[in-house]
């Protein structure tokens, strides 16, 4: 079975093509960091006229990567929300055109349940039941997914993202967007333990987040420094330990409330090196990791979410785009 993923939910444009369930014949990847970082952040209206640009190029070059024509497609998968509505209509709409043209079938996909697939690409032993932890520029949930399609969010953050407030981190502290690896590069040489920075909802007993207070606290810091003394590195290390400690400390909680030891993380904050580690040493659990190229946006895992949907009977009709998606979760 062959599947074309389309993703365009926010920045990167993606085309990829897999057979059955996780090979990947093909991967095209388009990222408009470059384009955004002049700015501070993504430009909705930019981004959405970037995907005009690269998709269907993308997706001619996924078909000439794998040698077929778009009539040999069995299904495409396409992201129809969360995300930035003109984004969203770009991806939704090119799919539309093509699943007409082709007479193939289409699918919409729900962005998040495309990054619980991540990790699968490269753990196809990974069966549920397992956690996950989703932790994106727009998303911090743990979810539990008792099957592929039965999922529960067992808790999510109060207001940032641990994506965004890296982002926000980043631009208090005068570096480029994405903040994320811009952090985590210059943490490297920065001492952890230079700032002590609280761990935020570390002891509620309830899976739950909250990062702008944190953001707050850095502010305070740096505010504290002549602008040419900041100490960048040290609050750049300190900052990343904190986020990682309170994301580490709700996983393990998690796992001790639902006897689930298996952990799937995902989203652009899973390349971090030092939540990685977390997760792989933590010893309660076992951490289920996409290849780091994977944590991000990608189109490989819209059309691994999507093919199984349709095997399981999943049909979503005429496909239209939903920024603020959430249907695939039950709230516990
Ligand atoms: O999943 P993603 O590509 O897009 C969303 O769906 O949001 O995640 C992007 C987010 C950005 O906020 C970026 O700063 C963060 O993931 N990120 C990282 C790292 N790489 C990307 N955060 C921490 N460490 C990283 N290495
Ligand atoms: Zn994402």
Same mark, same amino acid.
């Given at each position: 079975?062959?599947?074309?993923?389309?993703?365009? &939910?926010?920045?990167?444009?993606?085309?990829?093509?897999? %057979?059955?369930?996780?090979?990947?014949?093909?991967?095209?990847?388009?990222?408009?960091? =470059?384009?955004?970082?002049?700015?501070?952040?993504?430009?909705?209206? *930019?981004?959405? !006229?970037?995907?005009?640009?690269?998709?269907?190029? #993308? $997706?001619?070059? =996924?078909?000439?990567?794998?040698?077929?024509?778009?009539?040999?497609?069995?299904?495409?998968?396409?992201? !129809?929300?969360?995300?930035?509505? @003109?984004?969203?209509?770009?991806?939704?709409?090119? $799919?539309?055109? #093509? &699943?007409? $043209?082709?007479?193939?079938?289409?699918?919409?996909?729900?962005?998040?349940?495309?990054?619980?697939?991540?990790?699968?690409?490269?753990?196809?032993?990974?069966?549920?039941?397992?956690?996950?932890?989703?932790? +994106?520029?727009?998303?911090?949930?743990?979810?539990?997914?008792?099957?592929?399609?039965?999922? /529960?969010?067992?808790?999510?953050? %109060?207001?940032? =993202?641990?994506? /965004?407030?890296?982002?926000?981190?980043?631009?208090?502290?005068?570096?480029?967007?994405?903040?994320?690896?811009?952090?985590?590069?210059?943490?490297?040489?920065?001492?952890?333990?230079?700032?002590? *920075?609280?761990?935020? #909802?570390?002891?509620?007993?309830?899976? /739950?987040? +909250?990062?702008?207070?944190?953001?707050?606290?850095?502010?305070?810091?740096?505010?504290? *420094?002549?602008?040419?003394?900041?100490?960048?590195?040290?609050?750049?290390?300190?900052?990343?330990?904190?986020?990682?400690?309170?994301?580490?400390?709700?996983?393990?909680?998690?796992?001790?409330?639902?006897?689930?030891?298996?952990?799937?993380? +995902?989203?652009?904050?899973?390349?971090?090196?030092?939540?990685?580690?977390?997760?792989?040493?933590?010893?309660?659990?076992?951490?289920?990791?996409?290849?780091? @190229? !994977?944590?991000?946006?990608?189109?490989?895992?819209? $059309?691994?979410?999507? !093919?199984?949907?349709?095997?399981?009977?999943?049909?979503?009709?005429?496909?239209?785009?939903?920024? +603020?998606?959430?249907?695939?979760?039950?709230?516990?």
């Amino acid at each position: 079975m062959l599947t074309l993923g389309i993703e365009t &939910s926010c920045d990167d444009t993606g085309a990829a093509i897999i %057979r059955d369930e996780r090979e990947v014949l093909c991967e095209f990847l388009s990222s408009q960091i =470059a384009d955004h970082s002049r700015f501070g952040g993504v430009i909705p209206e *930019f981004a959405a !006229r970037k995907h005009l640009e690269n998709l269907l190029p #993308l $997706a001619d070059a =996924a078909l000439s990567e794998c040698h077929i024509s778009g009539h040999d497609l069995d299904l495409i998968a396409v992201t !129809r929300g969360p995300g930035l509505m @003109g984004s969203l209509i770009v991806g939704v709409m090119t $799919a539309r055109a #093509l &699943s007409q $043209a082709w007479d193939v079938p289409l699918i919409g996909v729900n962005h998040l349940e495309g990054h619980l697939f991540a990790p699968l690409v490269d753990s196809g032993d990974l069966k549920p039941p397992f956690l996950s932890l989703i932790v +994106s520029g727009g998303h911090t949930e743990i979810v539990r997914a008792d099957d592929f399609g039965k999922y /529960e969010l067992l808790g999510q953050t %109060r207001d940032d =993202a641990a994506g /965004e407030a890296y982002d926000k981190a980043a631009r208090i502290l005068g570096l480029k967007y994405p903040g994320g690896p811009e952090i985590e590069r210059l943490a490297k040489t920065g001492d952890p333990y230079a700032f002590d *920075f609280p761990v935020p #909802l570390k002891n509620t007993g309830k899976i /739950e987040f +909250s990062f702008s207070g944190l953001k707050t606290a850095l502010l305070w810091q740096v505010k504290k *420094f002549p602008a040419d003394k900041i100490p960048v590195n040290d609050l750049c290390a300190s900052f990343q330990r904190a986020v990682t400690e309170a994301l580490l400390s709700k996983v393990k909680l998690a796992v001790r409330m639902t006897g689930i030891r298996n952990v799937a993380a +995902s989203g652009g904050v899973s390349a971090n090196v030092a939540l990685r580690e977390a997760l792989v040493n933590a010893g309660d659990f076992r951490a289920r990791l996409p290849a780091k @190229g !994977r944590c991000t946006d990608n189109a490989v895992m819209i $059309a691994m979410a999507g !093919r199984n949907a349709w095997l399981r009977g999943v049909r979503t009709g005429g496909v239209v785009p939903d920024p +603020s998606l959430n249907e695939w979760l039950q709230k516990s």
